[in-house]
């Protein structure tokens, strides 16, 4: 059997930095036996919603349409912001624009040429946006389907719990598949650790740490099951890597009421100035009703020690962003520093309160924004063309996946942004 396929193993929010010889032997390990890459970078939002439709469309959010973990949509009485996490945010979306995403999936390329399966332990978002018009199959605690959304139930259906426990039983699931008669051509694990872990826990604090080592534990059970397809002739691509990687909370800016409290926004629930909160980031829309206030709201933000950065207008394009959308207005990237926490782990930023999520996360892990440590995933290639022992210098962004799987598995990959990732001479 001479089967071409590709296998891609993302381990949530683990930053480059952290993949070292003492934090994650196998990775360092696998790094030695493939091709590891130097400079990788995630998208805006680094939102693990985005990064899936990225990285499952080979486009960035002006493209694909998926603009945060929380997005503006524009609805009769203005903007509402909503979670894209929430299994029912398709449906919305759809309803208010007419379509999930506007570009073809690697699902939808790859329906009519051995399929594509995706096993993921994120939120329900992140996972259905990786295929939301179910082109192949997704599994999910929150529910999974097939072709058609046609529902997987009773043995068929991924009843885990987030984290490392369910992270390992849906590892399972994910093995024996590989080796059934019907895999698909494409495969995708998803893992929620470290970034369950890291949400809740100091980064390099000894729980954050055991987090990395059940999502290595997790690659050694991939690792042994594809060598076991290549044991039998088939010709595997094997992706490792992140999405994005986290940085320390400093503490919560409320970036809706300092703007109600400029007199820039009407109100805390007003709909024609509305922000869409996403970690170290926002993205902050206007209705075309208050647009003269654009030019005073772009001066006040950039007045705001926590403002890193702001993009309007043609700056949105810069980072991938659309312009000249009531949806996204303007972007910011909030304030970070580069002090270290109390287990030597460098990089902090101020995130944006949002009011629909409780929990605090002063002290503890948060992404979004274009922090240097959040924009540093991690990538190892093994098989299809890339060779043991290398490492590779050449910027890499989550776009490339897609264009990389479609050239190992011979189909075009015409429409993307990204570009399939050179192989790198010995010389490398």
Not at 77 to 92: I, M, Q, T
Request: include cysteine; proline fraction near 7%.
């Amino acid at each position: 059997m001479n089967r071409r396929r590709a296998v891609v193993v993302i381990c949530d929010s683990l930053r480059r930095d952290l993949v070292t010889p003492a934090n994650s032997p196998l990775l360092t390990g696998l790094a030695a036996r493939a091709t590891w890459f130097a400079d990788v970078r995630s998208v805006f939002p680094s939102t693990t919603r985005v990064s899936s439709a990225s990285i499952a469309t080979g486009c960035w959010p002006r493209r694909h349409g998926l603009l945060g973990n929380c997005m503006l949509l524009e609805q009769p009485d203005g903007l509402h912001n909503h979670s894209v996490g929430k299994p029912a945010f398709r449906e919305h979306l759809r309803a208010a624009t007419g379509r999930t995403l506007w570009v073809p999936t690697l699902a939808e390329r790859l329906a009519a040429h051995g399929g594509a399966r995706i096993y993921s332990n994120v939120s329900p978002g992140a996972a259905y946006f990786h295929d939301p018009d179910a082109h192949g199959h997704v599994y999910h605690r929150a529910g999974s389907y097939g072709p058609g959304h046609v529902p997987h139930t009773g043995a068929q259906a991924l009843d885990i719990a987030s984290g490392a426990a369910g992270d390992a039983e849906m590892t399972e699931r994910f093995c024996a598949m590989l080796l059934a008669g019907d895999a698909p051509t494409l495969a995708t694990l998803w893992l929620s650790e470290p970034d369950h872990s890291g949400h809740g826990q100091a980064l390099g604090s000894p729980p954050h740490l055991r987090a990395i080592g059940h999502a290595e534990a997790c690659l050694a059970r991939v690792l042994e099951h594809v060598g076991r397809l290549r044991e039998r002739g088939e010709d595997v691509l094997l992706l490792v890597g992140s999405d994005h990687g986290m940085e320390t909370v400093l503490g919560e800016i409320d970036v809706e009421q300092a703007l109600v409290d400029a007199g820039l926004k009407d109100g805390r629930e007003s709909r024609e100035v509305v922000v869409a909160p996403n970690g170290t980031s926002f993205v902050l829309g206007v209705m075309p009703a208050a647009a003269a206030r654009i030019p005073a709201i772009v001066e006040f933000l950039r007045g705001q020690p926590w403002c890193a950065e702001l993009f309007h207008g043609e700056a949105l394009a810069r980072i991938g962003m659309p312009q000249d959308q009531s949806v996204c207005t303007l972007a910011v990237t909030m304030g970070h520093v580069d002090s270290v926490n109390a287990h030597a782990v460098a990089g902090a930023s101020w995130i944006v309160a949002d009011h629909a999520d409780p929990k605090s996360y002063d002290g503890r892990g948060q992404h979004g924004g274009l922090g240097v440590n959040e924009q540093a995933p991690f990538l190892i290639a093994q098989g299809g063309g890339f060779g043991p022992g290398r490492v590779s210098r050449h910027p890499v962004g989550l776009v490339d996946y897609a264009p990389t799987i479609l050239r190992h598995l011979g189909l075009p990959a015409d429409g993307m942004d990204g570009e399939a990732i050179p192989f790198p001479d010995s010389s490398n």
